[in-house]
């Protein structure tokens, strides 16, 4: 009795096996991608999954603020954008260590996180969007401006982060398990917290923030602490990014960085989680090959993804629910 | 205390719970409360009843922390609460419902209320451990379902519940926060003849064990629950006492009770 209790009070979508399959689907399929790679153009394919995973660790951070919490974010960007520049900026004084430029780069992204949403928080709904995306442009420009490191060029990261001296992010095959080890501990930390006290208040926040507060919570205070994480985890996402690429750019920042992660998040089905790797998969995999096809591949990726995300309510993972005749999830 | 109050108003009470004093609040040139001076003692039941627009819910939401008095005190187990933000009024012991059923549509019954518990229950900042698997906070949550009468409905999501069902969540909701006082918005509202008899027999056995303010508008349930009762038109208390008095009182049946009795 106790356990029916427990387990039917939950979110929809973690209540199958087979929800729990595909997660594990998902991870297998990456952790095998390099043997597969093995047989063809090794370093092209370990680069372009790299990718995948690097804006996925962004976009669950963007799921869980915006799927859980309602949040819909549209500077997430931003986070990613100063992750990388942490790596960037402390690369161009000589240090490489990632026991300093990782922690800085989390900080970084959580700091930011922390004073842009004490503004942020403030607002609502659209306005909430519209002053993310202000703050976004905002970190655009001054990354821009810092003319000591590279200006609007961006600048090169001359050497991959190491880790107590150790070069062990220079073999692509190692950096590749690096960045799946660290977007499987992201993805389960975030598993973990949308399940417990403070994700149960953060999805309430989400669904009736008069009701949580007239229930005794802080609801900002709440809504902060969880924008800060996944201000953080953006910072994280920045500094795999910054040594996948070797470089750092203002243009991580841009708007339309940040419009593509809530595309991810869309395109995978918004609060899943898993979705935001599909998500992010599927987003930058259909880019590369109409890329490959023609030089106008957005003209046919742009009505693409209206059609996804207008007909098929909770992303790609929402469409495989209703071919197969299930109800969706919530 | 000024003693001039208790005289004219026939309010004050020896150990209130709740304290309104020259309330005011203006939409613009709208003035919708007017000089409310109100007390509710511990234990009692104080209706509030008052024509449509009369500024029932506007002062509901005053007493919540949802809207900001233009000007006037709050005060609330002794402390002053006027400028205090919803939530710190919940901690001190404040709990509501709203006329309009305003609960988590996305979340089951059971999740619903075990969230009030929650909320008084230890710190929210955990991040380990499925919130829904708390056995105290779920038997919390679920005393508190069956005591309006939705024990075997916990598991529903709270957007499939009838109209009448949802009416008895928000109480649930409400009782759960284990409050001092305890603000019912229409509790019965949109709810059919027998529904609403039901939840007069829950309100009535809740009643003493929370103090209560309860607005609404079914006159056979003011009648049968309230201690006393205040009859706000325009935004201002035209009379207060003791049902009886109230049932009696020329002005009150003037203005409101007379169509309302019929
Ligand atoms: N946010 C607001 N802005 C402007 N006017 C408002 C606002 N809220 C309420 N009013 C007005 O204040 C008056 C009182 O409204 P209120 O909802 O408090 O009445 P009520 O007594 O609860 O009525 P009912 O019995 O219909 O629930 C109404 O004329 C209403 O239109
Ligand atoms: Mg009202």
Request: glycine share 12%.
């Amino acid at each position: 009795m106790t356990q029916t209790l427990a387990a039917s009070s939950v979110l929809p979508s973690q209540q199958t096996d087979r929800a729990n399959a595909l997660p594990v689907a998902i991870f297998l399929i990456l952790a095998l991608v390099p043997f597969g790679a093995a047989f063809g153009p090794e370093s092209y394919v370990l680069g372009l999954f790299t990718r995948v995973m690097v804006f996925a660790v962004a976009a669950l951070a963007l799921d869980f603020i915006c799927g859980y919490g309602g949040l819909v974010s549209f500077g997430h960007a931003a986070f990613v954008g100063i992750g990388a520049y942490a790596v960037g900026i402390i690369g161009a004084h000589g240090v490489t260590e990632m026991l300093v430029s990782l922690p800085v780069a989390l900080l970084a992204g959580a700091i930011f996180a922390y004073l842009t949403g004490t503004v942020c928080l403030r607002t609502k709904s659209v306005y909430f969007i519209m002053i993310t995306l202000a703050f976004g442009q905002m970190a655009y420009f001054i990354a821009g401006s810092l003319a000591p490191y590279g200006g609007d060029d961006g600048l090169t990261v001359r050497l991959r982060s190491t880790l107590l001296g150790f070069p062990i992010l220079q073999n692509d095959r190692t950096f590749y398990y690096f960045v799946l080890l660290s977007l499987l501990v992201v993805y389960f930390a975030f598993r973990t917290i949308v399940y417990s006290r403070f994700g149960r208040v953060l999805r309430g926040a989400r669904e009736n923030a008069t009701r949580m507060a007239t229930l005794g919570f802080d609801v900002f205070s709440f809504q902060r602490v969880g924008y800060v994480i996944a201000g953080a985890v953006g910072g994280l996402s920045g500094f795999l990014l910054a040594n996948a690429t070797e470089f750092v750019s203002p243009a991580y920042m841009s708007w339309q960085r940040s419009g593509e992660l809530i595309i991810m998040i869309l395109l995978g089905g918004l609060g899943t989680l898993h979705g935001a790797i599909v998500g992010a998969a599927a987003y930058l995999l259909i880019e590369e090959t109409l890329g490959g096809i023609t030089e106008q591949w957005k003209l046919i990726f742009g009505p693409l993804l209206v059609l996804i995300v207008l007909f098929a309510r909770g992303g790609l993972l929402g469409l495989v629910d209703r071919i197969r005749g299930r109800p969706g999830r919530g | 205390m000024d003693w001039s109050t208790e005289f004219v108003e026939g309010l004050a009470v020896a150990d209130p719970v709740l304290q309104l004093n020259d309330l005011h609040k203006n939409f613009g040139g709208l003035v919708v409360t007017d000089g409310v001076t109100l007390d509710i003692g511990f234990g009692e039941l104080h209706a509030v009843i008052g024509p449509n627009g009369a500024g029932k819910t506007t002062l509901i939401n005053q007493i919540s922390g949802l809207l900001a008095p233009t000007a006037g005190t709050i005060n609330f187990r002794g402390t002053d609460v006027t400028d205090l933000p919803a939530d710190k009024r919940a901690k001190l012991g404040l709990a509501r419902s709203f006329q309009i059923t305003s609960v988590l549509p996305r979340f089951s019954a059971l999740e619903n209320v075990a969230l009030a518990v929650q909320a008084r229950n230890q710190t929210s900042y955990r991040f380990f451990g499925r919130a829904d698997h708390e056995q105290p906070v779920n038997d919390a949550a679920n005393a508190a379902l069956a005591e309006v009468g939705l024990a075997d409905r916990g598991q529903t999501l709270a957007a499939h519940l009838s109209h009448g069902e949802k009416r008895s969540l928000e109480l649930a909701i409400a009782i759960a926060m284990e409050p001092k006082l305890l603000l019912l918005d229409e509790p019965m509202a949109g709810t059919g003849h027998e529904e609403s008899a039901r939840l007069v027999s829950v309100l009535k056995r809740l009643k003493g064990r929370f103090s209560m303010l309860l607005v609404e508008h079914d006159m056979t349930a003011v009648f049968a629950l309230a201690d006393r009762i205040s009859v706000l038109t325009y935004g201002r208390i035209l009379a207060s006492g003791t049902p009886d008095a109230v049932r009696a009182d020329p002005r009150v049946i003037a203005a409101y009770l007379g169509e309302e009795m019929e």
